[in-house]
């Protein structure tokens, strides 16, 4: 069995992980060498955790999904504002305090309802449009007088 270099290894790892790239793609992009199912060997592989590659991948694309979530934003925009207070105070200035009050808007319309509401109308209604391209048979008249109940009961919380 051929040895490869430890960063074949990593590259071949951090396409498949994180760029969602196949063993076939990651072998054609090495001329074969190595060839498609010694990368899938190495995927299979499980690690100390009891992981394999795809597995860290399934947990990296959760992570990513969760860093966009209003949750993961939110932390991100509370990081900000926590390194902007950290600042020496000989240092801190105007523009820093600006920076500060755009961060507490922006925070405020990432986790206030009245502004959460209208995105989840137009994430409903495409996926509504999504179901009625592919799943026709779904959407039904009992399935859309759910939709508009659902719609309704989220129009009471701004109330």
Known sequence: MKRY???IR???KSMLVC???SAKEIAELYDHEPCVQTILNWAAHKNKEGKNWYDIRDEYEHNKYEALSPKGLAFKILN???????TDNSKFGVKDADAIAKLRVSLEKLTDKKYQIPMMYEVLTL???FLK?????VVNGNFLNAVR???NS?????D
């Open 154 to 158: 989220l129009k009471e919380v701004l």
């Open 149 to 151: 109940h659902f719609k």
């Open 133 to 137: 391209q592919h799943y026709p048979e």
């Open 80 to 86: 900000k504002i926590n390194m902007l207070l950290n």
């Open 19 to 21: 760029e969602g790239k």
């Open 10 to 12: 990593a590259e071949a």
């Open 5 to 7: 270099p430890p960063q």
């Open 127 to 129: 996926f509504v449009k």
